[in-house]
């Protein structure tokens, strides 16, 4: 079974950079689409990043495009997100998981990581 672990969180004013790193164990990852969400307070868990197994086709939601960045190593069965041009409303608990819009199945959800972005 797929375990993930998010880390790279914390607290950036407006326009700084952070990287998202989610760590798995588990013998799937590396033939799964993966993708990062993000859960603002009192709003659903949005699906912002994708990447597919191989690490050569990316998907970004409108929100996110041009300022974020995923990435894998699939040696480290680990996927990145690169966060750059951050907003205050990019605030939001991070998480990964497989790319719904593929995957038929998601995996457990990790405990994600807090990012906060001052005004």
């Known amino acids: 079974q797929v375990q993930l672990v998010e880390s790279g969180g914390g607290l950036v004013q407006a326009g700084g950079s952070l990287r998202l790193s989610c760590a798995s164990s588990?013998?799937?990852?590396?033939?799964?689409?993966m993708g990062w969400f993000r859960q603002a307070p009192g709003k659903e868990r949005e699906f912002v990043a994708g990447?597919?197994?191989?690490?050569?086709?990316?998907y970004y939601s409108d929100s996110v495009k041009g300022r974020f960045t995923i990435s894998r190593d699939n040696a480290k069965n680990t996927v990145y997100l690169q966060m750059n041009s951050l907003k205050p409303e990019d605030t939001a608990v991070y998480y990964c998981n497989a790319d719904p819009r593929i995957a038929t199945e998601m995996f457990s959800w990790g405990q994600g990581t807090q990012v906060n972005v001052s005004s």
């Open positions: 990447i597919n197994w191989f690490g050569d086709t990316t």
């Open positions: 588990g013998r799937t990852f590396s033939k799964t689409s």
